[in-house]
Structures are given as structure tokens and as C-alpha cells.
């Protein structure tokens, strides 16, 4: 049985379908958005995000599914008590490590045990809100899209947060302060940009950008209670390689994750400070990384104190949802496409043929995009080019692709 599951996880076919299930739900899904946006928001603004989080949550739980009930991927989370009690209670600023290919996925599976998913945003590229289903369910769910130019951001940021804090339930925003996903290439361009400023240089991190993060201070600190550092760590001896692909395919991944909050109101005011302390925070996590690859622990050697360790248990809700999408999408979807098929006219078997092959290069695509040789050049770029320029916009991912791929 074990082994007939494990062959029919690594179908293509069994691939094709889910593909055709979610591509084929996030239409409906940005439909019911766009439909909202034009003939609800400008008179029930409240009731028009009440919606919005159910039905961004049950677009993204689909791809949560993949991680929880799919691949059966774990997730160690390391949180004090304290902490615990206001995840999904509170508005949030998300600070996390931009690493891995699946760093989005996992962070998600995160915000839907504690409740937020359908809530989470992130300071994205402007071009994203243009890509269909995921950048469409974004622009409709308000996240921030950044123009890469700061005196423009910089108003977007301050107007886009005051919208997103004025959500009925909690939201968690995310900003991905290194603006790009780590890479050899990348981070050897920030190590040399580190020592020719007289900074640290980071082990497993890039230099993070500030200036996002200060400009958005002054806003958050009306509405957001707390900003919550996320270190996410995988074994780097892992049998299973933390990528998308290796999810769909079933294969099982362990992810620990460290959680600190940190009270908005203990930051500094003042923006050169408050970049410092962005810094700190970098340099905290970095030795938090090391010590996770050398020891097996975050805590061991890098000063940080310990907190418990608890595994989040999966929800049946990501199941039901992506059940209920599948009976849903693929029932008529196959039904008509085999008609065609099989019609035996040459123009209705090319007009299916060419459906399948669309979803088909659709999910293709949608890996290709979230590979890590495959994340934003403009990171390494800016690097290159000007250092870690501390005045750029930051960069962020959904967690997100993410963001710099679907994401």
C-alpha cells in the first residue's frame, strides 16, 4: 500500500490534476474577489475582508495540504509560552529569513495552525499583482506592492499599512529585510560588501535593507502590538531536499522554526537606531543558524535563550478544503476535456489537447519559479552594483513565493 502511494504522489498525472484543481479554483476565487471589490468594498469595507480571509484561505490552504497532509512535512516550532499566547491574536509585523525554497510554504503552514493564513500579506513586487490566480488573489487581499523606487514606496508603504491595520482580525504582514533569497552567489556579494563598510559580515544571511523597515515603524506602531522574528532552519544533512518539487512528490521534510516576540513599542524611534537594530537582529539570527548547523540547536552556542519546543499538529480543514476543490473543479473539468478528447473531430481534440498542455505548462512554470537559481537577480544586482543599498525598498514574499516566484 505504502509503495502504491508513494508511486501515485510522483504522477505526473496525479500532478496535472492538482494543478488543474488549483488553477482552475484560484479563477473562481479572484472572480468572487473581483466581484466583492467592485459591488461590496466601497459600501461594507469590513464585511467585504471578512470574506476576503475565507476565501484567500481556502486558495492557499490548497498548497498547505501539499505540506501537511501530502508530503507529511513536520514542523518543530520553539516559542516561549508567553509568546504563544498571542500568536493569531494580534497584528503582526513578520520578520523571517529568506533561505530556502519552500521557507513561504513553511511559514504558511505556521500562520494556518494559529488561525491567520487567509490574513497573511507581504511587501511584494509591483509586478506580482498582474500574475493570474496567486499576484490577482493578491492585489484583491491588499497587499503591499513596492515599486522599487523609496520616495514612491515610501508613501505606498504608510498608506497600504494603515489599510491593512485597520482589518477586523489579525493580520501578519511580512517583510523579507535581506530583499532576496539567499544564494552562494549572493551572499559572497554581501560578505564583500560587509567588510568594505566596516560591518559584520553573515554566515547564512544576507545583509538585511532598513529602510523599509524604518519607513514602515512609524505606522506600525499606531495599530501593530508586536513584530515576530521567524529563524527557520532545515538540516542541511537531510535526505529530502527542502523544494517545491520534492513536496509534490510526497516526500516528508522537518522544519524548526524559532519564534520571538518582540513589543513594537521596545523599538527605537529614531530610524538610524531602529536600522541598528534590524542589524542586531541579523547578527542574532545568524549566530541562532550556526548554531542550529553545528549543534542540532539554536540555542546551544549563540546566546539566545532556550524556549520549549512543540510540534503544531496539522488541521483537517486544508484536507476538506483541497477534497472539496478537487471534487468541484475536476468533475466538470474532466468530464468536458475527455469530450473533447474523444469527439473524434480534430479541432475539439487539439482545443482539449491544448487545455491539458496550458495547466500542464502552468505548474511547470509555477516550480521553475520558486527553484532557488531561479530567485530575484535583484538582490545579487544591487549588491554588485551599490552594496546592500540600505535606501532600497524591501522585497518580500508571501509567506509568500513567496513572492519572488509565485510568490
Known sequence: MAGFLGRMKQSTLVHLCFAISFFTSGLIINTMQCILYVGLKPFNKRLYRTIGYYLCYSFYSQLVFLADWWSDTTLHVYISDEDMKYCGTEHVLLL?????????????MLCEKVRVLGNCKAYAKKVIQYIPTIGWAWKFAEFVFLERSFEKDREIIGRQINEILDYPDPVWLLLNAEGTRF????????????????????????????????????????KCPSALDIQLAICKDSSVKPTIFNILNGKPLTAHMCVRRFPIKSLPQDEKEAAEWMQNLFREKDRMQDSFHRTGSFFTDSGIAERPKITLQRRPMT?????????????PMLYYLMKLLFSGEILYFSIGAGIIFAFYM???????????????????????????????????????SESDKMK
Do not use: C
Not at 523571517?96 to 504558511?108: A, P, R, S
Not at 567588510?195 to 523599509?212: A, F, Q
Not at 515603524?217 to 499606531?222: A, I
Not at 505548474?363 to 530567485?375: D, L
Open 319 to 331: 484536507l476538506l478544503n483541497t477534497v472539496f476543490w478537487a471534487v468541484a473543479t475536476l468533475t
Open 96 to 108: 523571517m529569513n529568506h533561505t530556502y525554497e519552500v521557507d513561504w510554504l513553511i511559514g504558511w
Open 362 to 400: 502552468l505548474m511547470v512554470k509555477a516550480i521553475g519559479m520558486s527553484k532557488i537559481s531561479k530567485a530575484s537577480s535583484y538582490g545579487g544586482g544591487a549588491v554588485q552594483k551599490n552594496g546592500h543599498d540600505q535606501n532600497a525598498a524591501p522585497d518580500a514574499t508571501s509567506l509568500s
Open 183 to 222: 544564494t552562494e552567489s549572493k551572499h559572497a556579494a554581501s560578505v564583500k560588501f560587509a567588510e568594505e563598510k566596516g560591518m559584520v559580515p553573515l554566515k547564512h544571511h544576507l545583509i538585511p535593507r532598513t529602510k523599509g523597515f524604518t519607513a514602515s515603524l512609524p505606522y506600525l506602531r499606531e
